[in-house]
């Protein structure tokens, strides 16, 4: 079993914390587990081919995925809040902090499709690394979509031993070899 050596804690986890992918998708610096029904895409720089985030869309969900590199000390999170407050506030959107399973989280709406649409940032800072996640859709209401909060919690960060400039992406790419991404959810027809 390919899991984490301290079974009472939950993810998202470090590379170190587990003996490797298990059945994860690979992304690079990012190993996600799927679920049934679960779709993935992942937006891609043409120029560079490099993927700069990942959407895991299920039901009427979705979730948004990118890690950065941090510093020792931790803490990107706290600074990360105040620029996305700023962000979405200036796009005429409400916010406001409480706490969820991972701590300090910002809910919100933002102007979209004729109406304000639910949003929720999701922020853990680890070991060097710091994930960022937003939910939306019926997953930006805590317990909105079990399956996502799942797919968050199994998240499986592969910081490198490199040395980067706090707050840059770090690299991801497309799975490769024998990662497959889960099956399409049924077509009704």
Do not use: Y
């Not at 005429?92 to 706490?99: D, K, T, W």
């Not at 940032?121 to 859709?137: A, E, N, Q, S, T």
């Not at 706090?166 to 077509?187: F, I, S, V, W, Y």
């Amino acid at each position: 079993m390919s899991e984490v050596s301290d079974t009472d804690a939950t993810g998202p986890w470090d590379v170190s914390d587990v003996d490797g992918p298990d059945g994860r998708l690979d992304f690079g610096a990012l190993w996600l587990r799927g679920v049934d029904g679960l779709q993935v895409q992942a937006q891609v720089d043409e120029s560079t081919g490099a993927v700069s985030m990942v959407t895991l869309n299920f039901g009427q969900g979705g979730l948004q995925l990118q890690a950065f590199a941090a510093p020792r000390t931790g803490g990107l999170w706290e600074e990360v809040r105040g620029k996305l407050r700023a962000s979405v506030t200036g796009q005429g959107g409400v916010i406001e902090e409480g706490e969820g399973e991972h701590g300090v989280e910002l809910r919100g709406r933002v102007p979209g499709q004729g109406s304000l649409q639910p949003i929720r940032f999701v922020g853990v800072d680890g070991p060097r690394w710091f994930l960022r996640g937003l939910f939306l859709g019926v997953a930006a209401t805590p317990g909105g979509s079990p399956e996502l909060e799942q797919v968050f919690r199994d998240v499986v960060v592969v910081r490198g031993d490199e040395a980067m400039p706090m707050g840059e992406a770090l690299p991801m790419r497309l799975p490769q070899g024998d990662a497959t991404p889960p099956p399409p959810a049924p077509q009704e027809g």
